[in-house]
């Protein structure tokens, strides 16, 4: 349940600090998790990101104090921290369904957005196929981009896409997709594609070769069509083993194992690798 008090701890902090300007690894650090993690975590269990959290918590805000108190619409702007009366009004706007000036009318209509409180619900029992292994460090050669938890959602699969119709799939086999967390509180982070390979093996036009280091494994066997069967699996590490495992999260490479196969099929098999240490 530990995750899940740090997650209600971090809306209570943005909570706190609404009109205030808040990032993720602040909020983050307000409960010590990695940013990376924080963002990943968020966005599972609820379905949104957290600047979407926050935006719509403040437009929710908004259009409440707009009718019920006499504020001009440039002051509210301000308060919540949009720069410019247009972009705010924009912003209301696609929120609401009506403008700012139109809220302040009598009988208009609004749009409410609660804050969250996260929960664990449980159901039925569900098996969770999984192993700890102990791996050596070791060399994977990777074509990588930079990636923010706003954009990865769409974008990590349209990198997938081109990797496979530009060649690289031919230079380089991807099974492996590795995901290397911030480390310097950066928002973005790391993704490559790629395989395993030897300390000395040609490093192609467009790789590199990365050192994943040395750790204890979290391994979750995923069976069934992509993309969805390996989506909902992170979000069962999440929301059911990782609450109540006697394991914490390294922040540092997760990694995602694709096998040969038809990858829609209802017995394809892929892997979650995740680091972990005891608690």
């Known amino acids: 349940m530990e995750w899940i008090q740090r997650l209600n701890k971090a809306i209570d902090y943005i909570e706190d600090n609404l009109l205030t300007e808040l ?18 975590i968020f966005s599972l269990l609820t379905g949104m990101t957290i600047g979407e959290y926050i935006r719509n918590r403040r437009l929710s805000l908004v259009g409440q104090e707009l ?19 247009e972009s705010f009004a924009k912003a209301f706007s696609r929120f609401h369904g009506v403008t700012p000036n139109q809220a302040k009318m009598e009988g208009s209509d609004l749009k409410s957005f609660n804050r969250l409180i996260i929960k664990i619900r449980l159901e039925g029992g569900n098996i969770m196929d ?3 292994i102990r791996k050596d460090a070791f060399k994977v050669l990777a074509k990588t981009k930079v990636f923010t938890a706003e954009n990865s959602e769409k974008e990590i699969p349209k990198f997938w896409t081109e990797y ?12 492996l997709g590795i ?5 310097t509180g950066s928002r973005e982070f790391r993704y490559g594609i790629g395989c395993e390979c030897e300390s000395n093996s040609i490093i192609p036009d467009g790789f590199e070769m990365l050192t994943i280091p040395a750790y204890t494994w979290a391994i979750f066997k995923c069976v069934g069509p992509m993309p969805d069967t390996i989506q909902n699996m992170w979000k ?3 929301s059911e083993w990782l609450p109540q495992a006697g394991y914490e999260l390294i922040s540092d490479y997760d990694i995602e194992l694709y096998t040969d196969g038809n990858n829609k099929s209802e017995d394809y098999v892929s892997e979650i690798w995740m680091p972990v240490k005891k608690k």
């Open 23 to 40: 990032t993720c690894e602040e909020i983050a650090a307000q409960v010590y998790i990695s940013s990376y993690h924080f963002q990943r």
């Open 179 to 183: 995901c290397e967390q911030e480390k």
């Open 164 to 175: 496979f119709s530009d060649g690289s799939q031919k230079q380089v086999c991807g099974m």
């Open 236 to 238: 069962r590490i999440y």
């Open 130 to 132: 999984y192993k700890i």
């Open 67 to 85: 009718t019920l108190s006499n504020i001009k619409v440039i002051d509210v702007a301000l308060k919540y921290g949009y720069e410019t009366p």
